[in-house]
Protein backbone atom coordinates (compact mmCIF):
# COMPACT_ATOMS: atom_id res chain seq x y z
CA UNK A 1 0.00 0.00 0.00
CA UNK A 2 1.04 4.02 -0.36
CA UNK A 3 0.18 6.35 2.01
CA UNK A 4 -0.06 10.33 1.39
CA UNK A 5 0.50 13.11 3.69
CA UNK A 6 -0.02 16.78 2.34
CA UNK A 7 0.89 20.02 3.49
CA UNK A 8 1.32 23.60 2.54
CA UNK A 9 -2.57 24.74 2.60
CA UNK A 10 -3.83 27.38 4.24
CA UNK A 11 -5.14 31.12 3.22
CA UNK A 12 -3.94 33.29 0.80
CA UNK A 13 -4.92 36.44 -1.39
CA UNK A 14 -6.36 36.66 -4.77
CA UNK A 15 -3.45 36.35 -7.17
CA UNK A 16 -1.03 35.42 -4.38
CA UNK A 17 0.61 32.09 -4.55
CA UNK A 18 0.60 28.47 -2.21
CA UNK A 19 2.69 25.51 -2.85
CA UNK A 20 1.73 22.00 -1.88
CA UNK A 21 3.45 19.11 -0.99
CA UNK A 22 2.80 15.77 -0.69
CA UNK A 23 5.64 12.71 0.11
CA UNK A 24 4.29 8.82 -0.13
CA UNK A 25 5.52 6.49 1.66
CA UNK A 26 5.15 2.31 1.95
CA UNK A 27 5.32 0.82 -1.75
CA UNK A 28 6.19 3.92 -3.39
CA UNK A 29 8.48 1.32 -6.18
CA UNK A 30 5.23 0.57 -7.59
CA UNK A 31 4.19 4.30 -7.98
CA UNK A 32 2.40 5.72 -11.73
CA UNK A 33 0.88 8.48 -11.75
CA UNK A 34 0.55 11.00 -9.28
CA UNK A 35 -1.34 14.22 -8.97
CA UNK A 36 -3.84 16.59 -7.20
CA UNK A 37 -7.74 16.58 -7.09
CA UNK A 38 -9.89 19.19 -5.24
CA UNK A 39 -13.05 19.48 -4.18
CA UNK A 40 -15.13 22.74 -3.31
CA UNK A 41 -18.05 22.58 -0.76
CA UNK A 42 -21.14 21.37 -2.90
CA UNK A 43 -19.48 20.19 -5.49
CA UNK A 44 -17.45 16.49 -7.05
CA UNK A 45 -13.64 16.31 -6.71
CA UNK A 46 -12.13 17.35 -9.71
CA UNK A 47 -8.63 16.14 -11.50
CA UNK A 48 -6.28 19.56 -10.57
CA UNK A 49 -3.08 18.34 -12.36
CA UNK A 50 -1.21 14.91 -12.43
CA UNK A 51 2.28 13.92 -13.71
CA UNK A 52 2.96 10.08 -14.72
CA UNK A 53 6.34 8.68 -14.29
CA UNK A 54 7.61 9.46 -17.32
CA UNK A 55 6.91 13.11 -16.57
CA UNK A 56 3.68 13.32 -18.97
CA UNK A 57 1.69 15.86 -16.85
CA UNK A 58 -1.73 17.01 -17.48
CA UNK A 59 -3.48 20.26 -16.63
CA UNK A 60 -7.42 21.13 -15.76
CA UNK A 61 -7.97 23.70 -17.92
CA UNK A 62 -9.19 26.21 -15.18
CA UNK A 63 -5.60 26.21 -13.82
CA UNK A 64 -3.35 25.98 -17.25
CA UNK A 65 -0.86 28.36 -16.89
CA UNK A 66 -1.29 29.61 -13.56
CA UNK A 67 -0.20 25.74 -11.26
CA UNK A 68 2.33 24.21 -12.35
CA UNK A 69 2.71 20.27 -10.74
CA UNK A 70 6.54 18.63 -10.03
CA UNK A 71 7.60 15.24 -8.88
CA UNK A 72 10.44 14.48 -7.36
CA UNK A 73 11.07 10.40 -7.44
CA UNK A 74 14.11 10.58 -5.17
CA UNK A 75 11.80 11.78 -2.65
CA UNK A 76 8.72 10.15 -3.74
CA UNK A 77 7.11 13.66 -3.46
CA UNK A 78 4.93 15.71 -6.01
CA UNK A 79 4.34 19.04 -5.97
CA UNK A 80 1.87 21.92 -6.67
CA UNK A 81 2.74 25.38 -7.04
CA UNK A 82 -0.10 27.51 -7.20
CA UNK A 83 0.13 31.25 -8.72
CA UNK A 84 -2.32 34.33 -9.20
CA UNK A 85 -5.02 32.27 -6.77
CA UNK A 86 -8.40 32.82 -7.84
CA UNK A 87 -11.11 32.62 -5.08
CA UNK A 88 -12.78 30.06 -7.49
CA UNK A 89 -9.46 27.98 -6.40
CA UNK A 90 -10.69 27.77 -2.71
CA UNK A 91 -11.15 23.42 -2.00
CA UNK A 92 -10.13 20.94 -0.15
CA UNK A 93 -6.99 19.56 -2.25
CA UNK A 94 -6.09 16.01 -1.91
CA UNK A 95 -2.91 14.45 -2.99
CA UNK A 96 -3.83 10.73 -5.32
CA UNK A 97 -1.51 8.22 -6.40
CA UNK A 98 -2.46 4.93 -9.06
CA UNK A 99 0.30 2.70 -8.38
CA UNK A 100 0.90 -1.08 -9.21
CA UNK A 101 0.63 -0.88 -12.82
CA UNK A 102 -2.86 1.62 -12.02
CA UNK A 103 -4.82 -1.13 -10.53
CA UNK A 104 -4.77 0.52 -6.95
CA UNK A 105 -5.37 3.99 -5.92
CA UNK A 106 -4.39 6.13 -2.77
CA UNK A 107 -5.94 9.27 -1.52
CA UNK A 108 -4.35 11.77 0.99
CA UNK A 109 -6.06 13.47 4.09
CA UNK A 110 -6.39 16.61 2.07
CA UNK A 111 -6.07 19.95 2.88
CA UNK A 112 -7.60 23.26 2.86
CA UNK A 113 -6.66 26.12 0.40
CA UNK A 114 -8.93 29.47 1.02
CA UNK A 115 -8.67 31.76 -1.54
CA UNK A 116 -10.03 35.55 -0.14
CA UNK A 117 -10.88 38.11 -2.93
Known amino acids: QVQLVESGGGLAQAGGSLRLSCAASGSTSSINVMGWYRQAPGKQRELVADISSGGSINYAASVKGRFTISRDNAKNSVYLQMNSLKPEDTAVYFC???????????WGQGTQVTVSS
Open 96 to 106: NVFYSSRRLRS
